[in-house]
């Protein structure tokens, strides 16, 4: 067994060179390719948006042969090889295929279709916590999620004996992805890593909770809508919780914007550690903003969809669901120190420059902790 | 505020609605109980039971004059508390019936208790006034404002009921109004919308959606009443069982089968059904088969010093048959009893 797993991350690792071949070191080449789509597509696409508004109907197959003719020429600008570039694609999703082939991956998604049906009718050991969290689908999910940590994404964790192994502790992250998989990342480095296994409770944007399907997974695998009466129920009982204070506006962040973090809500994350006195642990992640390069966002098919934003990417929603496999990057989490606000009296709380300031502290925290990985990283595909 | 008060605030008792489930069964356990003196009972209709020392009057608070009449009754009766239970305990067709009886009949006899010396009135609300909505924390407090009322008329004029409620507090300072809101109510005698819901054969549940639910057991719902009877407690209460269950699993456990359906065919579904007098709820219910509406009972442990007997798991199982051993019962009152110590 554990000579095919070490196989598996070799495969991925090479697929990994691969992209570093045809798309470039550290971002030099592949952003001159995605910021060359994002500069005139964007705007292209709009007009397209627009006239499709007007006629309510838009030619999904024109769209991509404009798109595909146009891909072809930013990729001749950026000095990549068209050829190349299809032909890595194709290895690409070949090594997927056998990547994800293993019996648990498969095992993995079937046990959670039947979760989804039967779980009503199982007995059960132990029922589901306040917060809807069921240890089954835990269980269930866990080696797809310890799967994409150690093969996929190859995350490296530094840090993480910063975390005590005991009490209330805020965990506050740079956000991106489009999806949430850094908190899904941060939640498996801290039960592998860490040496007291803690379980991380992690906050979610309200609007999964509108769908169907994704709001009870959430829920069932321990993610808890972000909200300050949530979190200081978590916290009050010594619970170790993420929280990511760019909100959607990090989710969806352009490729453009990488790495750049956005305003910090407006500190709310900063009285609640005062409200409860718990320490405030920085955590930077690397590798998460490139899973899914969002060129633009849809603000009109968007509403239609009811989401807050729908993204764009090279692949999405051009080649269907295929486009929506995140990229091979590597992963780099460091957690900084705990930062500590015990000598602010809780009458502060209504200083809002005070609070302004105490969260834009922890802001450059993590901003400083980012820049110092990225100078670090040689490419975005190897680390 | 918070001591047990005199003898004397158990006597003079006027419960309204003493045909409703609430009203009825408080009625019964004050009648047996040998600490509460000259209860009396009003509504449209006399009580389900024989009555042995409580007195029925039949009082129609929906007509126009009853505020002058209440009021004199009060105090000739010498009325003391005032417990406030006549409202509806499901939702109906006629909305201008369920706005009269809902929202009128308190307003008279607010007026009536306004007019008279009674100084205390509870009123039986529920959690439901919260509404079900995704951004909703996952347990709400007192402070959370009742945002029900933009889901159905029905709560709309729960909604109004508490307003009026708190108004009159506003006004009256001295007095002492109590609000208690009870989640969904299960037990082996409760009969209300919701376990007509439960007691379908196959139960409809909106595809993709499991919310949690929270249940209270009859008897510590009465517990609760008889508790802001005698002693004074005035507020907002929740008062729910510890524990939630995902509602696929009450489901099972009711031994019910759940028939998955798509929000989009749902919603109408429903609708129709309801006007064509065969659906017991309005698809403006169906909120509260998608989404989160849970309240948290702290506030009523700190304050009223109630902690419920049963938890949600096992007021369910006493809905089916499977009530807790009475010396279990008794057992966990006393756990009870020593935790407030």
């Known amino acids: ?383 | 505020m918070h001591k047990p008060s005199k003898a004397a605030h158990t006597k003079n008792i006027v419960i309204t609605g003493a045909t409703g489930f609430l009203g009825s069964t408080l009625l019964k356990s004050l009648e047996n109980d040998r600490r509460f003196r000259n209860i009396i009972a009003i509504d449209k209709k006399p009580p389900p039971f024989k009555l042995k020392k409580a007195k029925w009057l039949p009082f129609d608070l929906t007509q126009a004059d009853v505020d002058q009449k209440l009021a004199s009754f009060f105090e000739k009766q010498k009325t003391k508390i005032i417990v406030h239970t006549a409202l509806l305990t499901q939702p109906i067709r006629n909305l201008e019936e369920s706005h009269e009886v809902q929202s009128v009949g308190t307003m008279h006899l607010l007026n009536a208790a306004a007019a008279s010396k009674a100084h205390k009135l509870i009123l039986a609300s529920t959690t439901d006034v919260y509404g079900a909505f995704p951004e909703n924390p996952n347990f709400l407090t007192e402070e959370h404002p009742a945002k029900g009322g933009g889901l159905s008329p029905f709560l709309k004029d729960k909604v109004e009921v508490e307003e009026q409620f708190l108004r009159f507090q506003k006004k009256h300072p001295k007095k002492i109004v109590t609000i208690l809101r009870p989640a969904t109510i299960l037990g082996p005698t409760v009969n209300n919308f919701k376990t007509h819901f439960f007691q379908n054969p196959c139960i409809p549940i909106v595809m993709g959606f499991d919310p949690l639910v929270q249940f209270v057991q009859e008897r510590d719902v009465i517990r609760a009443f008889i508790k802001a009877i005698e002693e004074d407690h005035p507020g907002i209460f929740n008062i729910v069982a510890e524990g939630v269950l995902p509602l696929t699993r009450v489901i099972h456990i009711l031994g019910r089968v759940p028939i998955p359906v798509p929000t989009f065919l749902l919603y109408p579904a429903a609708d129709i059904l309801w006007y064509a007098n065969i659906g017991a709820i309005p698809a403006s219910h169906i909120h509260f088969l998608k989404y989160l509406c849970i309240a948290d009972g702290t506030k009523a442990w700190h304050k009223l010093k109630f902690r419920p007997v049963y938890n949600s798991l096992e007021a369910l199982h006493s809905f089916i048959g499977k009530d807790l051993k009475q010396n279990q019962i008794t057992q966990r009152l006393e756990e009870i009893e020593d935790a407030k110590a």
């Open chain 1, 1 to 383: 067994m554990p000579k095919r797993k070490r196989d598996i991350a070799n495969r991925f690792q090479e697929l990994a060179i691969h992209l570093e071949k045809a798309l470039g070191l550290g971002g030099t080449k592949t952003s001159r390719f995605i910021e060359g789509l994002s500069k005139n597509l964007g705007p292209m696409l709009e007009r397209l948006e627009a006239a499709a508004v007007l006629s309510k109907s838009i030619p999904m197959d024109v769209v991509q042969s404009i798109f595909q003719a146009y891909l072809k020429q930013v990729a001749k600008d950026a000095g990549i090889s068209w050829k190349d570039l299809q032909k890595t694609m194709e290895d690409f999703l070949a090594l997927l295929k056998e990547g994800f082939k293993p019996e648990e991956i498969l095992g993995t998604l079937s046990k959670l279709v039947s979760l989804y049906v039967l779980r009503g009718q199982q007995e059960l050991e132990r029922e589901v916590d306040e917060f809807g969290m069921d240890p089954a689908w835990v269980d269930a999910v866990r080696p797809l999620f310890e799967f994409l940590f150690r093969d996929y994404w190859r995350v490296t964790v530094k840090g993480i004996e910063n975390i005590p192994a005991n009490g209330r502790c805020l965990l506050v992250a740079n956000h991106s992805g489009v999806l949430p998989f850094d908190g899904a990342m941060i939640t498996v480095a801290c039960l592998k890593e860490h040496r007291a296994h803690r379980h991380v409770r992690f906050l979610i944007e309200d609007f999964v909770y509108h769908f169907p399907f994704l709001g009870t997974f959430m829920h069932r695998i321990g993610a808890v809508r972000a909200c300050p009466e949530n979190a200081t129920w978590l916290l009050k009982k010594n619970q170790l919780v993420l929280v990511f204070p760019e909100g959607v506006k990090g989710l969806g962040k352009l490729y453009s914007e990488r790495y750049q973090l956005k305003r910090f809500g407006r500190g709310g994350f900063v009285k609640l550690a005062i409200k409860t006195k718990t320490p405030i642990i920085p955590v930077s992640v690397v590798g998460a903003e490139e899973i899914y390069p969002v060129i633009w966002k849809s603000n009109i098919l968007a509403k239609a969809f009811g989401v807050p934003y729908l993204p764009v990417t090279p692949t999405f929603p051009w080649l269907g669901p295929i486009g929506m496999i995140p990229l091979p990057t590597k992963w780099r989490i460091e957690i900084g120190k705990p930062i500590s606000f015990d000598k602010i009296k809780p009458k502060q709380i209504d200083d809002e420059i005070l609070i302004n300031k105490l969260s834009e502290k922890v802001r450059d925290e993590i901003q400083t902790l980012v820049d110092k990985n990225l100078k670090k990283r040689k490419s975005v595909w190897l680390g």
